[in-house]
């Protein structure tokens, strides 16, 4: 059964210094559910917002 994609990617992390990453280097930071792996999160946000995705990193909080 495939997850829905909003269900994975919860909101947008949105703070100066990530606006900064945003600017100059073209990076996004969201806050995403905590089973979620990295391939699950890349097809998420190819989904949602219609994009290729290059990599994705992850860290636990």
Excluded: G
């Amino acid at each position: 059964m495939k997850k829905d994609p909003r269900s994975i990617i919860e909101r947008p992390l949105i703070t100066e210094k990530n606006q900064l990453l945003q600017d100059k280097e073209n990076k996004y930071v969201f806050e995403v559910a905590r089973y979620a792996n990295k391939l699950e999160i890349k097809q998420a946000i190819e989904d949602i917002f219609d994009v290729r995705v290059e990599s994705v990193r992850t860290m636990r909080m």
